[in-house]
T-cell receptor, first 113, second 114 residues
Framework: RKEVEQDPGPFNVPEGATVAFNCTYS??????FFWYRQDCRKEPKLLMS???SGNEDGRFTAQLNRASQYISLLIRDSKLSDSATYLC??????????????FGQGTILTVHP | DTGVSQDPRHKITKRGQNVTFRCDPI?????LYWYRQTLGQGPEFLTY????????KSRLLSDRFSAERPKGSFSTLEIQRTEQGDSAMYLC????????????FGQGTRLTVV
């Protein structure tokens, strides 16, 4: 079983739609959680951190449920420019491994006119 | 450009040849990571350095792979006797020790082994 699992999609949605991505992680010692965005043939870039209290950045809302080991990302009012692969990422608790990122396989989103 | 830079951006090599990639991190970042990404997958951790010390290596890093960061600045990743399965994007990232979770990635080196 992979440490971080995501539905690979692809998700094809029209502009203006709301889309939600889910992710589960298997290591209960995981410490920090993120969503990264990766455009085609480019490097991953941090989209947002994810906190238990939930956090919002404009049209993007991320949630973490530690009890269920579940992370989500909600995108409202989708734009064409949101088309990308969204990577769910965790890091493990402290020690020398802290900072080492464990990625899910990514969820492909295509927003069409 | 003050971001993470990687060189070369693309490399095509014949099976059995050795290749070396370079990563120049953001100058004040003392942590440097190497990841590998194959098509349709997320990046997978290979190894990381804190300054010049290599602190962890993944089991993915076979004996044919070696990484160095001799002066705690740039790093090199060498693959000896390349195999077709080594074809992938090799990504480098750097971060500050005090906030190792905020890593900045380079644009990667895309390796194709023919």
């Amino acid at each position: 079983r992979k440490e971080v699992e995501q539905d690979p999609g692809p998700f094809n949605v029209p502009e203006g739609a709301t889309v939600a991505f889910n992710c589960t992680y298997s290591n209960s010692a995981s410490q920090s959680f993120f969503w990264y965005r990766q455009d085609c043939r480019k490097e991953p870039k941090l989209l947002m951190s994810v906190y238990s209290s939930g956090n919002e950045d404009g049209r993007f809302t991320a949630q973490l449920n530690r009890a269920s080991q579940y992370i989500s990302l909600l995108i409202r009012d989708s734009k064409l420019s949101d088309s990308a692969t969204y990577l769910c990422v965790v890091t493990n608790a402290g020690g020398t491994s802290y900072g080492k990122l464990t990625f899910g396989q990514g969820t492909i989103l295509t927003v069409h006119p | 450009d003050t971001g993470v830079s990687q060189d070369p951006r693309h490399k095509i090599t014949k099976r059995g040849q050795n290749v070396t990639f370079r990563c120049d991190p953001i100058s004040e970042h003392n942590r440097l990571y190497w990841y590998r990404q194959t098509l349709g997958q997320g990046p997978e951790f290979l190894t990381y350095f804190q300054n010049e010390a290599q602190l962890e290596k993944s089991r993915l890093l076979s004996d044919r792979f070696s990484a160095e960061r001799p002066k705690g600045s740039f790093s090199t990743l060498e693959i000896q006797r390349t195999e077709q399965g080594d074809s992938a994007m090799y990504l480098c990232a750097s971060s500050l020790k005090k906030d190792p979770t905020e890593a900045f990635f380079g644009q990667g080196t895309r390796l194709t082994v023919v």
